[in-house]
C-alpha cells in the first residue's frame, strides 16, 4: 500500500478509490438504508461491497481483509445492535483488524449511541441523516486510516 | 352509462378554466411565484393547480364508482361500512417472551383495542430457536419469543380465542405459529369454526421487501398455498393470508408500485390455488391485503379506491368470481414506519394522525397506528397509548367516519385514483409479461424497481424536493430532548436465556416417540409434495419445536439465498 504514495520524480501510481463494506449484521431485512447508503458511496466514487443481509461479525471482519477495506459500514434495525457489534468490535480485535473504523446505522435508541461509540464505533447515523453528511464522514475516516497506513511505512 | 357532466355545461366550464389559466395566474404568478416548479406525488405524478369537470370528461358513474358494496367497490365494500362498525383498531404488539406480551395484549384488550396483532422476535420470523447460535442478542426485541406450543400457550392465558381475532405477522414459519395456535385453542376448548384471525402467510414480498424468506420463491409459494387451501377447508373464519403492500413500500417503493406488485401477487397466489383445484369463489372471500398509508395525503385514499376497483375487476373479469366476497378488497392498513423520525420525535404522533386519517378516509377494515418513539425502538406502554388513542379521536370526535367515502365525486380524487390505476395497471402488463409475479421475482425486477425508487427519493430529500420537518426544512439540532423520550425497558438478556431454558425444558419434556414420528411424517409429507399442514400440526401438538419443524422443511426445500445487489 505504501507504494501508492505521491513521491515526485516517480511514476505516481493511480491512487486506489476507497472501499467500503456496507454490511446487514444480524437478521434483520431491513435493506432499505444499506442499499441507499452503498449506493450513495458508490456514487460520490467509493468502491463499494454490499455483503446483504443475515451477516455474522465473522463474516463481516473476513470481508473486510479480503477487501482490503477501508471503512466497514454497518446497518442493523432490528434492535440488537449493542450485542452485534460488541461482537464485530471484538472480532475485529482478534484478527488485528481494528485499525479498520466502525461505523453504525440504524433505528438506535441516543443512549445506545453512547455506548456504541465507547466500544470504539466512530459515528452513528439515525434515520434523517443527510448521505452528504454520511459520505463526508466515511470519505473522512478512509482519508484518516490510509495516511496512518502510509505513515507507519 | 353517460357522462357526468353535459356538452353544455363543460363548454362553460372549460371557458372559465381558459380565463382562470391565462389570464389569472400568470397576473398572480407575477405577483409571487410558486413554491416549485413542479408539484408531484411521492409516485412522482405530476399535480396540476385545480381540478375540475374538465378532468373526468367521460366519467362513467356507474363504470367507476357506483355505491359502497355495489361492483366495483370503489366506495367501500360494505353497505353501511363505519356507521355500523368502526374499523378494527389492531395494534401490532409483542416484546420480549410471552409473559411480557400477554400482560401487554390484556393491557391493549382493557383500553379498548378490538382485534389482537402479534409481532414476532427475528429467530421467530426466519424460523430458527431461542439457542440457535443465529439467534444470540435477537431474542424478544422486536417481537415476542414463540418457538414451541407452550409460549403460544402463555401469551393468550386470560384470552378467550374464541371470540378475539388475532393477526401474526408470520410469514415463513406460518403454517408453524398457526398450528401453535390452533393447538392452543383447540386445548381450551375452542371449535374450529369459531378460530379467527390472520396469517400474513405472503412470501413473495419477502423477496421483494421483507427479506425474512427462508426457502426458495417456489417452494416458499407451495407452502403458502398449503395454509390456505387447509385452512379454507378447516378453519372457515380465518384469513390464510395478508398479501401486503406495506414492506413493499417501506422498503422504498411509491404508491403506485406498493399498489402494482401487491396486486401482481394476488393475482399469482389466486392462479395457484386455481390450479390446485378449488374453486375461485371458495377461496378468494378469505384473501386479505395489508396496504401501507404514507404521509402524501391524497395520493394514499386514491390509492386505496384504486386497489378496491382493480381487484374487484380481476376476480370478476379474469378469474370469473360470481359472489360478491370474492371481490371485495378487504384489508388492513398501518400508517408509514419509514415516516417516522427520530428528529424532535413528538411529531410523529402528527404525521401517524393524518396518515391515519387517510386510511379511515380510503375505507380501510382494520388500521395500526405506529408510535412516536419507534424510531428508536418498539413501542413503550405510553406511546402505544398515544397511537390508540390517535385512532380513537379519528373515529369518535371527527365525524369522519359518518359518510362513506367522503372524498369520493371530488375532482381531483377521482382523477388521481384514474392516473395511479392506469399506472399500476402498466407495471401490472409488463409483469405479465415476464410470466408473472413469481417470475418477475426471481428476475429480480421488483427489487431493482424499488431499490431505484428508494434511492431516488433520497435523493430528492437531499436536494430539497421532498421536506421533512425537523430534518431537511426546520432542521432540528437539539439532541438533549431525545433523550427525554421514556423507552420500553427490558432485560434483554434475561429474556433470551428464560426463553433458551424454556425451549430445552419442552425438548427434555415431550413424548419422544410421537415427536420423532411426527416430525419423520412431515419430512416424508414434504418429499412427496403433500399439503404439509396436517403435519405441521401434529409436529406442533407433539411439541416439536419451530426451529425443528422448519429445519425439517429446509432439508426437503432448501434454503434462499439472495444475491446481494443494490
Request: glycine share 8%.
Given at each position: 500500500?505504501?507504494?501508492?504514495?505521491?513521491?515526485?520524480?516517480?511514476?505516481?501510481?493511480?491512487?486506489?478509490?476507497?472501499?467500503?463494506?456496507?454490511?446487514?449484521?444480524?437478521?434483520?431485512g431491513h435493506d432499505r438504508g444499506a442499499k441507499v447508503?452503498?449506493r450513495?458511496?458508490?456514487?460520490?466514487?467509493?468502491?463499494?461491497?454490499?455483503?446483504?443481509?443475515?451477516?455474522?461479525?465473522?463474516?463481516?471482519?473476513?470481508?473486510?481483509?479480503?477487501?482490503?477495506?477501508?471503512?466497514?459500514?454497518?446497518?442493523?434495525?432490528?434492535?440488537?445492535?449493542?450485542?452485534?457489534?460488541?461482537?464485530?468490535?471484538?472480532?475485529?480485535?482478534?484478527?488485528?483488524?481494528?485499525?479498520?473504523?466502525?461505523?453504525?446505522?440504524?433505528?438506535?435508541?441516543?443512549?445506545?449511541?453512547?455506548?456504541?461509540?465507547?466500544?470504539?464505533?466512530?459515528?452513528?447515523?439515525?434515520?434523517?441523516?443527510?448521505?452528504?453528511?454520511?459520505?463526508?464522514?466515511?470519505?473522512?475516516?478512509?482519508?484518516?486510516?490510509?495516511?496512518?497506513?502510509?505513515?507507519?511505512? | 352509462?353517460?357522462?357526468?357532466?353535459?356538452?353544455?355545461?363543460?363548454?362553460?366550464?372549460?371557458?372559465?378554466?381558459?380565463?382562470?389559466?391565462?389570464?389569472?395566474?400568470?397576473?398572480?404568478?407575477?405577483?409571487?411565484?410558486?413554491?416549485?416548479?413542479?408539484?408531484t406525488t411521492l409516485s412522482g405524478i405530476p399535480l396540476?393547480?385545480?381540478?375540475?369537470?374538465?378532468?373526468?370528461?367521460?366519467?362513467?358513474?356507474?363504470?367507476?364508482?357506483?355505491?359502497?358494496?355495489?361492483?366495483?367497490?370503489?366506495?367501500?365494500?360494505?353497505?353501511?361500512?363505519?356507521?355500523?362498525?368502526?374499523?378494527?383498531?389492531?395494534?401490532?404488539?409483542?416484546?420480549?417472551?410471552?409473559?411480557?406480551?400477554?400482560?401487554?395484549?390484556?393491557?391493549?384488550?382493557?383500553?379498548?383495542?378490538?382485534?389482537?396483532?402479534?409481532?414476532?422476535?427475528?429467530?421467530?420470523?426466519?424460523?430458527?430457536?431461542?439457542?440457535?447460535?443465529?439467534?444470540?442478542?435477537?431474542?424478544?426485541?422486536?417481537?415476542?419469543?414463540?418457538?414451541?406450543?407452550?409460549?403460544?400457550?402463555?401469551?393468550?392465558?386470560?384470552?378467550?380465542?374464541?371470540?378475539?381475532?388475532?393477526?401474526?405477522?408470520?410469514?415463513?414459519?406460518?403454517?408453524?405459529?398457526?398450528?401453535?395456535?390452533?393447538?392452543?385453542?383447540?386445548?381450551?376448548?375452542?371449535?374450529?369454526?369459531?378460530?379467527?384471525?390472520?396469517?400474513q402467510?405472503d412470501p413473495l414480498k419477502e423477496f421483494i421487501a421483507q427479506k425474512?424468506y427462508?426457502?426458495?420463491p417456489?417452494?416458499?409459494?407451495?407452502?403458502?398455498?398449503?395454509?390456505?387451501?387447509?385452512?379454507?377447508?378447516?378453519?372457515?373464519?380465518?384469513?390464510?393470508?395478508s398479501i401486503s403492500g406495506y414492506h413493499i413500500r417501506e422498503a422504498g417503493a411509491t404508491a403506485v408500485q406498493e399498489l402494482a406488485f401487491t396486486i401482481a401477487d394476488g393475482i399469482e397466489y389466486?392462479?395457484?390455488?386455481?390450479?390446485?383445484?378449488?374453486?375461485?369463489?371458495?377461496?378468494?372471500?378469505?384473501?386479505?391485503f395489508f396496504w401501507d398509508s404514507h404521509i402524501n395525503f391524497f395520493e394514499e385514499i386514491a390509492k386505496f379506491r384504486a386497489a378496491r376497483r382493480m381487484w374487484?375487476k380481476i376476480?370478476?373479469?379474469?378469474?370469473?368470481?360470481?359472489?360478491?366476497?370474492?371481490?371485495?378488497m378487504?384489508f388492513h392498513t398501518q400508517t408509514a414506519g419509514v415516516s417516522?423520525?427520530?428528529?424532535?420525535?413528538?411529531?410523529?404522533?402528527?404525521?401517524?394522525?393524518?396518515e391515519?386519517?387517510a386510511a379511515?378516509?380510503g375505507?380501510t377494515?382494520?388500521?395500526?397506528?405506529?408510535?412516536?418513539?419507534?424510531?428508536?425502538?418498539?413501542?413503550?406502554?405510553?406511546?402505544?397509548?398515544?397511537?390508540?388513542?390517535?385512532?380513537?379521536?379519528?373515529?369518535?370526535?371527527?365525524?369522519?367516519?359518518?359518510?362513506?367515502?367522503?372524498?369520493?365525486?371530488?375532482?381531483?380524487?377521482?382523477w388521481l385514483t384514474d392516473e395511479i390505476e392506469e399506472r399500476a395497471w402498466r407495471y401490472i402488463e409488463r409483469i405479465e409479461r415476464m410470466g408473472g409475479m413469481l417470475e418477475a421475482v426471481k428476475k429480480g425486477f421488483p427489487q431493482r424497481e424499488i431499490a431505484d425508487a428508494a434511492y431516488t427519493f433520497q435523493k430528492e430529500v437531499?436536494?430539497?424536493k421532498r421536506?421533512?420537518?425537523?430534518?431537511?426544512?426546520?432542521?432540528?439540532?437539539?439532541?438533549?430532548?431525545?433523550?427525554?423520550?421514556?423507552?420500553?425497558?427490558?432485560?434483554?438478556?434475561?429474556?433470551?436465556?428464560?426463553?433458551?431454558?424454556?425451549?430445552?425444558?419442552?425438548?427434555?419434556?415431550?413424548?419422544?416417540?410421537?415427536?420423532?414420528?411426527?416430525?419423520?411424517?412431515?419430512?416424508?409429507?414434504?418429499?412427496?409434495?403433500?399439503?404439509?399442514?396436517?403435519?405441521?400440526?401434529?409436529?406442533?401438538?407433539?411439541?416439536?419445536?419451530?426451529?425443528?419443524?422448519?429445519?425439517?422443511?429446509?432439508?426437503?426445500?432448501?434454503?434462499?439465498?439472495e444475491?446481494?445487489i443494490y
Amino acid at each position: 500500500m505504501s507504494s501508492r504514495q505521491y513521491t515526485s520524480g516517480q511514476v505516481i501510481p493511480e491512487r486506489r478509490p476507497y472501499k467500503v463494506i456496507v454490511a446487514k449484521l444480524g437478521i434483520d431485512g431491513h435493506d432499505r438504508g444499506a442499499k441507499v447508503i452503498a449506493r450513495a458511496l458508490k456514487d460520490a466514487g467509493f468502491e463499494v461491497v454490499y455483503t446483504g443481509i443475515r451477516q455474522t461479525p465473522r463474516q463481516v471482519v473476513m470481508a473486510a481483509l479480503q477487501e482490503d477495506a477501508d471503512v466497514i459500514g454497518v446497518s442493523i434495525l432490528s434492535g440488537a445492535h449493542l450485542h452485534h457489534v460488541k461482537k464485530l468490535m471484538e472480532e475485529l480485535e482478534r484478527m488485528g483488524a481494528n485499525d479498520i473504523p466502525v461505523v453504525v446505522g440504524g433505528t438506535i435508541p441516543i443512549i445506545d449511541i453512547d455506548k456504541l461509540k465507547e466500544m470504539g464505533v466512530k459515528e452513528v447515523f439515525l434515520p434523517g441523516t443527510s448521505l452528504r453528511k454520511i459520505v463526508e464522514v466515511i470519505r473522512r475516516l478512509a482519508e484518516e486510516k490510509r495516511r496512518k497506513e502510509e505513515e507507519s511505512h | 352509462m353517460s357522462d357526468l357532466f353535459n356538452e353544455k355545461a363543460l363548454k362553460e366550464i372549460a371557458e372559465a378554466y381558459k380565463e382562470y389559466e391565462e389570464k389569472l395566474v400568470p397576473e398572480w404568478l407575477k405577483k409571487l411565484p410558486e413554491r416549485m416548479e413542479e408539484f408531484t406525488t411521492l409516485s412522482g405524478i405530476p399535480l396540476k393547480r385545480v381540478y375540475s369537470p374538465l378532468d373526468l370528461k367521460g366519467f362513467d358513474y356507474m363504470e367507476k364508482l357506483a355505491f359502497p358494496a355495489q361492483y366495483p367497490f370503489t366506495r367501500g365494500i360494505h353497505a353501511t361500512m363505519y356507521r355500523a362498525r368502526i374499523w378494527t383498531m389492531r395494534m401490532f404488539s409483542g416484546f420480549g417472551g410471552p409473559e411480557e406480551t400477554n400482560e401487554r395484549l390484556l393491557f391493549l384488550i382493557k383500553h379498548g383495542e378490538t382485534g389482537l396483532s402479534l409481532a414476532f422476535d427475528y429467530p421467530t420470523l426466519i424460523g430458527i430457536d431461542p439457542d440457535d447460535p443465529m439467534a444470540e442478542g435477537e431474542v424478544g426485541i422486536v417481537g415476542v419469543s414463540v418457538p414451541t406450543i407452550v409460549d403460544m400457550d402463555i401469551i393468550f392465558r386470560g384470552i378467550d380465542m374464541g371470540s378475539v381475532t388475532t393477526n401474526m405477522t408470520i410469514n415463513p414459519p406460518a403454517p408453524v405459529l398457526l398450528s401453535f395456535y390452533v393447538g392452543v385453542a383447540e386445548s381450551k376448548g375452542t371449535p374450529y369454526h369459531k378460530i379467527g384471525g390472520t396469517t400474513q402467510n405472503d412470501p413473495l414480498k419477502e423477496f421483494i421487501a421483507q427479506k425474512s424468506y427462508v426457502f426458495p420463491p417456489e417452494p416458499a409459494v407451495k407452502v403458502a398455498m398449503d395454509l390456505i387451501e387447509w385452512s379454507i377447508k378447516n378453519i372457515p373464519k380465518w384469513n390464510p393470508i395478508s398479501i401486503s403492500g406495506y414492506h413493499i413500500r417501506e422498503a422504498g417503493a411509491t404508491a403506485v408500485q406498493e399498489l402494482a406488485f401487491t396486486i401482481a401477487d394476488g393475482i399469482e397466489y389466486v392462479r395457484q390455488l386455481i390450479a390446485r383445484g378449488l374453486d375461485v369463489d371458495e377461496f378468494a372471500p378469505r384473501l386479505s391485503f395489508f396496504w401501507d398509508s404514507h404521509i402524501n395525503f391524497f395520493e394514499e385514499i386514491a390509492k386505496f379506491r384504486a386497489a378496491r376497483r382493480m381487484w374487484a375487476k380481476i376476480m370478476r373479469d379474469w378469474f370469473g368470481a360470481k359472489k360478491r366476497r370474492s371481490m371485495w378488497m378487504r384489508f388492513h392498513t398501518q400508517t408509514a414506519g419509514v415516516s417516522l423520525m427520530p428528529q424532535f420525535p413528538w411529531i410523529n404522533i402528527v404525521r401517524t394522525a393524518i396518515e391515519a386519517l387517510a386510511a379511515v378516509l380510503g375505507g380501510t377494515q382494520s388500521l395500526h397506528t405506529n408510535s412516536f418513539d419507534e424510531p428508536f425502538r418498539v413501542p413503550s406502554e405510553f406511546a402505544a397509548k398515544i397511537a390508540l388513542r390517535t385512532q380513537q379521536v379519528i373515529a369518535y370526535e371527527t365525524g369522519v367516519a359518518d359518510v362513506i367515502d367522503p372524498c369520493g365525486g371530488s375532482y381531483f380524487i377521482e382523477w388521481l385514483t384514474d392516473e395511479i390505476e392506469e399506472r399500476a395497471w402498466r407495471y401490472i402488463e409488463r409483469i405479465e409479461r415476464m410470466g408473472g409475479m413469481l417470475e418477475a421475482v426471481k428476475k429480480g425486477f421488483p427489487q431493482r424497481e424499488i431499490a431505484d425508487a428508494a434511492y431516488t427519493f433520497q435523493k430528492e430529500v437531499e436536494e430539497g424536493k421532498r421536506l421533512i420537518v425537523g430534518v431537511n426544512i426546520f432542521p432540528e439540532e437539539e439532541e438533549e430532548d431525545i433523550r427525554k423520550v421514556p423507552l420500553l425497558d427490558f432485560d434483554q438478556e434475561e429474556i433470551e436465556e428464560r426463553q433458551k431454558r424454556r425451549v430445552k425444558w419442552v425438548r427434555e419434556n415431550r413424548d419422544k416417540a410421537r415427536w420423532r414420528t411426527a416430525l419423520d411424517n412431515l419430512r416424508r409429507a414434504a418429499q412427496r409434495g403433500e399439503n404439509i399442514m396436517p403435519y405441521v400440526l401434529e409436529a406442533a401438538k407433539a411439541r416439536a419445536t419451530l426451529g425443528e419443524i422448519m429445519g425439517t422443511l429446509k432439508e426437503v426445500y432448501g434454503v434462499y439465498v439472495e444475491p446481494p445487489i443494490y
